[in-house]
C-alpha cells in the first residue's frame, strides 16, 4: 500500500511538471526513511543516507536506540509507529530478523540492511520470503579479518593481540573467523582477544597490561569495535610506552588522527571507508523499492573497503570523502541510482559503481 501511495506521489509530481519526485506545490515529502542513530548525526552513515533520501524527494529521520537485539526491535517498532515508509536497519545481530521482518510485513514497511549480512541460515530464508525486505549491502567480512591479519604475517609478526566486538556481534565474530584462518596460516598466536571496550581507559588499560604480560608482543591489530576512536588510543598507548617504530599495528576502520601515527611508521595498513557507501546504496535499494522496484526479489550488494597505507593517502580520504558531503550529488543519484528517473538502471549497474569506488570515483560522483 505505502508503495503505491509513492508511485501515485510520483505521477502527481510529473503532471505538475516539478523535475523530481518531491513536488514544489505539495511541499510534502514522497516518503519517510528512518534509520538508527542520534538525531542530529553527521556521522559518514547518517549523512549519505540522509542525501540519498532527499535526492529521492524523501525524508529523513534518525532514532537513537541501543546495540541489542531488543534495541533492534524497539528501533524498528518506534519508527513504523512514527510514520516510516522505510527503514535502514543495523543489526549487530542475527537473532530479532525473523521478528523484525513479521513487524514489518504486518505495518507494511520496506526495510533494508547496511553493512551488515544475515548469517543464520533459517533466519536468512525466512527473512529473504518477506516481500518487503529489499535485500543487504555488505562487505565479506570473513575476508575482511583475513585481509588485515595477512598483512601482519607478511611482516614476519608472530605474536600479537586483537580488539574487537561482543562474541553475539555477527560482523566481529566473521572478522574473528577469517583473522584466526591467516593466524593459523602465517603461524601467528592471539596472546588475547580484547572484547568490546566502551572508552579510552579501557582500551589504554588493555594495552598497557598487554605489554607487561608479553614483552615479545610484536603487533596489535584492531578488527573494529562500537569505541570509535579505539586505534587512535591504542596508538597513543604504545606511544607513550616507547613502541613507536617497534611496535606493529593494522586496522579495519578509520579513525581521525590515524594519519599522524602513519606518517610515524607504526601502522602496517587501515581498511575503511565502508560506512558511506553502504547506506548510500541501502538508501537507494530502498527507495527504488518504493517507487519503481529494481527487483522483485531480495538484493544482495557487496562492497570492498578502501585501502589506506600512509598518511598522505589517509588525510586525502578525510578531505575529499568524509568532509560533510554526500558521496554522491543529487544530479548523479538521479541519473546513476533511481530507476524511475533512468530505465538503464538495474542491480548489476549499481555494483558497477560500488567495484568502481575509490576516492577519485568520489570526486566523479560528487559532480
Request: proline content about 5%.
Amino acid at each position: 500500500m505505502r508503495r503505491l501511495c509513492c508511485v501515485v506521489l510520483l505521477l502527481v509530481s510529473f503532471v505538475t511538471g516539478c523535475s523530481g519526485p518531491k513536488s514544489a506545490d505539495l511541499h510534502e515529502p514522497l516518503f519517510t526513511i528512518g534509520m538508527p542513530g542520534p538525531h542530529s548525526s553527521t556521522r559518514p552513515y547518517h549523512l549519505n543516507a540522509r542525501s540519498i533520501v532527499e535526492a529521492a524527494g524523501g525524508a529523513f529521520v534518525a532514532e537513537p536506540y541501543d546495540l541489542t537485539p531488543e534495541g533492534n526491535v524497539r528501533l524498528v517498532e518506534n519508527l513504523i509507529q512514527n510514520g516510516s515508509d522505510g527503514i535502514i536497519l543495523f543489526p549487530t545481530s542475527d537473532q530479532p530478523l525473523a521478528h523484525i521482518a513479521k513487524l514489518c510485513e504486518e505495518a507494511g514497511v520496506y526495510w533494508v540492511i547496511h553493512a551488515r549480512e544475515i548469517r543464520d541460515p533459517r533466519i536468512k530464508q525466512r527473512v529473504e520470503e518477506s516481500p518487503y525486505f529489499v535485500g543487504m549491502v555488505a562487505v565479506d567480512e570473513e575476508s575482511l579479518g583475513y585481509d588485515v591479519t595477512e598483512v601482519l604475517g607478511r611482516q614476519g609478526i608472530r605474536k600479537m593481540a586483537v580488539f574487537t566486538t561482543g562474541a553475539q556481534d555477527t560482523t566481529g565474530a566473521a572478522r574473528m573467523r577469517g583473522m584466526s584462518l591467516a593466524a593459523l596460516e602465517y603461524g601467528i598466536e592471539v596472546v588475547e582477544v580484547i572484547r568490546n571496550p566502551q572508552n579510552a581507559q579501557d582500551v589504554t588499560n588493555a594495552v598497557e597490561s598487554l605489554l607487561r604480560a608479553h614483552p615479545d608482543l610484536g603487533a596489535f591489530l584492531n578488527l573494529g569495535t562500537f569505541f570509535s576512536s579505539a586505534s587512535t588510543v591504542i596508538l597513543s598507548a604504545l606511544r607513550e610506552a616507547g613502541k613507536s617504530g617497534v611496535m606493529k599495528f593494522a586496522a579495519i576502520d578509520f579513525d581521525p588522527g590515524m594519519d599522524v601515527f602513519f606518517d610515524e611508521g607504526m601502522i602496517s595498513i587501515a581498511f575503511g571507508g565502508i560506512s558511506g557507501l553502504t547506506s548510500a546504496l541501502a538508501a537507494t535499494l530502498l527507495v527504488n523499492a518504493l517507487v519503481d522496484p529494481l527487483d522483485n526479489a531480495p538484493i544482495t550488494l557487496h562492497i570492498d573497503p578502501l585501502k589506506m597505507h600512509s598518511g598522505d593517502e589517509l588525510r586525502r580520504y578525510f578531505d575529499l570523502v568524509e568532509n560533510g558531503t554526500g558521496i554522491f550529488s543529487h544530479e548523479t543519484a538521479n541519473q546513476k541510482l533511481f530507476k524511475w528517473k533512468n530505465p538503464d538502471i538495474t542491480v548489476e549497474s549499481l555494483q558497477e559503481i560500488i567495484n568502481d569506488y575509490s576516492i577519485d570515483a568520489v570526486l566523479r560522483w560528487r559532480e
